[in-house]
């Protein structure tokens, strides 16, 4: 089996759902149901005996060091982080606490663990670390694409903090023989994506007739890669993956903000029309954040010349599957916009004035 770290958010939850549609193999998961973690999105797994959840802190040594003594995992998949860039401009320290301390008291116990292992066991185990692009900083408009050797230059608190996690892991890696792989990946999209992101918040305020907070002229650009295809990427590099190597996972689908919102207005004008007219009337421009990185772009050919790897979709095909699981699933929507979630979205945007 495999212990996975925050597999109850976004992108940890849809690689526990298709780690097992592809595997037969079982997933210890462990999250500490923050904000972003929600039980929900793994509904379909309550009777699967394959997934077993527990509810804890990654920070809790003694607990870590329980579960790697009950249940011997061959591989940890960490995804368990603290995860948008607002939420640590407005408050730094629980990303220093999850991503930072977290890792660390993570990789000192599956270290400890590791050194139990008998040698053939110690040979195949793995611990893969999933991080973000945005440890390298931003590009200019003609700069080439971030490959796996660019120098890191984190502009917020959260790739700073994500910055030092992958920093720790290289070190075990490198100071004590541990057995890792690290993946960076641009922005994710899909299914159970929490409505504070780009995505996500645009469709969940158009269908309810509010404004889309487009932040500063809009022309800030991303690569964006469909979540289940990280996940097959995620697969692919912990079967195969070279010790101690990086890998950058991209969707090769550079987009503005601006043109993001431009086709989910029109995906949903075209899925569940408005009466009062096309969505984009909708789109308003608020002060844009602090440090707001220009342009990210992943360069994934490593990853597709060692390991066979790319994504199964474009753009327009998974932010249709987006926007349709958006429409379908308007329960969990409800759900997850809680007391706390709406208190969050006045704090960031209340004081952004419309541009």
């Known amino acids: ?19 097992l549609e592809q595997t037969q193999e079982a997933v210890i998961n462990l999250d500490a149901l923050t904000y972003a973690g929600n039980l929900e999105n793994l509904a379909s797994l309550q009777h699967d005996p394959r997934h077993v959840f527990v509810r804890g802190d990654i920070c809790d040594r003694a607990l870590v060091d329980r579960l790697l003594a009950e249940h011997r995992p061959r591989a940890v998949v960490h995804f368990a982080a603290e995860s948008h860039v607002d939420r640590s401009i407005h408050g730094p320290g629980a990303f220093m606490r999850t991503n930072i301390e ?58 700073a903090s994500k910055a030092a996690s992958d920093h720790l892991v290289r070190a075990w890696h490198h100071t004590y023989g541990l057995p890792v792989v690290t993946t960076n990946c641009s922005n994710n999209y899909g299914p159970f994506h929490f409505p504070e992101k780009l995505i996500p918040l645009m469709i969940v305020n158009a269908l309810a007739g509010k404004p889309l907070p487009i932040y500063g002229d809009g022309q800030n650009v991303r690569d964006w890669l469909y979540v289940r295809d990280h996940a097959s990427a995620i697969r692919a590099v912990l079967a195969g993956g070279r010790l101690g190597e990086t890998y950058n996972i991209g969707g090769w689908n550079e987009k503005t903000n601006l043109e993001i919102v ?80 709406r208190d969050w979205v006045e704090q960031n945007y209340a004081e952004r004035q419309a541009g």
């Not at 849809?14 to 780690?19: A, E, G, Q, S, T």
């Not at 890792?103 to 893969?128: I, N, Q």
Request: glycine content about 8%; charged content about 25%.
């Open 1 to 19: 089996m495999i212990l996975v770290t925050g597999g109850a958010g976004f992108i940890g939850s849809n690689f526990v759902l298709d780690w």
């Open 262 to 341: 431009h086709t989910l207005c029109d995906l949903l004008d075209e899925l569940k029309p408005d009466p009062a007219g096309s969505y984009r009337r909708l789109i308003t421009y608020v002060k844009d954040r602090p440090g707001h990185d220009r342009r990210y772009a992943i360069d994934a050919r490593k990853v597709e010349r060692e390991l066979g790897w790319r994504p199964a979709e474009t753009f327009e095909t998974g932010v249709r599957k987006t926007v349709q699981w958006y429409l379908d699933h308007a329960d969990w929507v409800a759900h997850v916009q809680s007391g706390s979630y």
């Open 102 to 159: 977290g890792t660390y008291t993570l990789l000192e116990g599956v270290r400890a663990h590791w050194a139990t292992l008998d040698s053939g066991d110690k040979a195949a185990f793995r611990f893969h670390h999933v991080s973000t692009d945005e440890v390298y900083g931003s590009l200019g408009a003609t700069d080439p694409a971030f490959t796996e050797s660019h120098p890191y230059e984190p502009n917020s608190p959260y790739s």
